[in-house]
């Protein structure tokens, strides 16, 4: 085994360059799509103005409920200012919230909370104007919650003293535990999959695929031996073909492991963004064995290399595990196949594995063409 490191590790300082560019190319890949992606959902966010008359805690809660809406970029500026703004067209609307808001919602009273301004070029004036509504209609829902229970312990003399305060906290804890609204939807009686996730790239989705695809061009070293003209050499070794390119591809996977655990790593302090360590092994052993097998093939690096390249896209269209769904949602039979699934669903075991293990054991006991 020592002969054998040597002499692979004499290939790869020649290899240097392109065997380091397609190691790391997975993790490059994901931080540099995912921080572009990031940088332009946020510049493809509409501007919205809002105009805080008075800053009290019911004014700043509803700014903070409104700067969560994902498609709009809220900025707190002067009456004045975001007017003037509004004129110039860089800002899409306007919303005042007027002074007295919290004692109005006390008040259970609705009328003249927030004033609302838009251009003739405002184009997503209604959906954030419905959605600021909706916050208002729930801080006062919460108030006259409040004013009833109070009113039925004043009736009842149930005497358990509740505060308005304390009403309307216990009305947000149960609206943030039992998850109040939550609607799916879904065509032709397709199976609906909920999901938390916003982010326009899943990121371990993204890593899984440029994986994938380095992993195939890397392990063109298979055509490559078998074709070199030191092959009938091996006539005269103690070491058979097949047991050399076994022993080569143990050192691949060792060296992609290591890169992988820093990839772990690198990810969750860029992302925040955790996998199972022992899935990732076991996606990488599997998919390793996939190109390993892939390459005996071909005869060609050139053919090898455009297949290596539509296998992937073609997993990355069908399999959803860049975007949020795939081509081919209504094929449930290709998830039985799909290689990325197992990773981003923390499984283990699934046809796609058994597949795999079981082509790289006929190719262990298969009958050698050259024998030492």
């Known amino acids: 085994m020592n002969s054998i490191l040597v002499t692979r590790l004499m290939h ?18 994901t931080l540099g799509i995912i921080t572009v992606t990031d940088v332009l959902q946020e510049d493809t966010k509409v501007p919205v103005g809002i105009v805080l008359e008075e800053e009290t805690e019911a004014s700043n809660e509803l700014v903070q409920e409104i700067k969560t809406i994902p498609f709009a970029r809220i900025k707190e500026l002067s ?10 067209h860089e800002l899409d609307s306007v919303f005042i919230i007027h002074d007295g808001l919290e004692e109005k919602i006390l008040e259970n009273s609705r009328n003249k909370l927030i004033t609302s301004y838009r251009s003739d070029l405002s184009f997503a004036y209604s959906p954030v104007k419905e959605i600021v509504l909706s916050y208002v209609q729930q801080e006062t829902g919460r108030s006259k919650a409040a004013l009833v229970v109070k009113g039925l312990e004043q009736q009842y003399e149930a005497g358990k003293g509740w505060t308005f305060e304390e009403i309307v906290a216990k009305s947000n804890e149960i609206e943030q535990d039992e998850n109040l609204l939550n609607t799916a939807f879904s065509f032709n009686d397709s199976p609906v999959k909920a999901s938390k996730d916003t982010a326009l790239f899943s990121v371990w989705g993204l890593w899984a695929i440029c994986s994938m695809l380095s992993t195939l061009l890397l392990f063109d070293w298979v055509i490559k031996e078998k074709q070199s003209n030191t092959r009938i050499r091996f006539a005269f070794t103690r070491w058979t073909i097949k047991s050399y390119l076994l022993q080569n591809f143990i050192l691949y996977c060792v060296l992609f492991i290591i890169v992988d655990l820093f990839t772990v790593f690198s990810l969750y302090v860029a992302f925040g963004e955790w996998i199972s360590i022992l899935n990732l092994i076991i996606y990488r052993i599997l998919i390793s064995l996939a190109a390993f097998l892939l390459a005996h093939l071909f005869k060609t690096t050139f053919l090898y290399y455009s297949m290596s390249f539509g296998i992937t896209l073609f997993v990355t269209i069908s399999s959803g595990a860049v975007l949020p769904s795939g081509v081919f949602t209504n094929w449930s039979w290709f998830d039985l196949f ?11 075991v699934s046809l796609w594995s058994l597949v795999v293990i079981l082509f790289m054991i006929v190719w262990l006991v298969r009958k050698e063409k050259y024998n030492a």
């Open 79 to 88: 009456e004045d200012d975001a007017l003037y703004k509004l004129r110039k």
């Open 12 to 29: 790869w300082k020649k290899q240097f360059t392109s065997l380091m560019f397609w190691l790391l190319f997975p993790l490059l890949a």
């Open 338 to 348: 799909n290689p990325i699934l197992p990773l981003l669903n923390g499984e283990f």
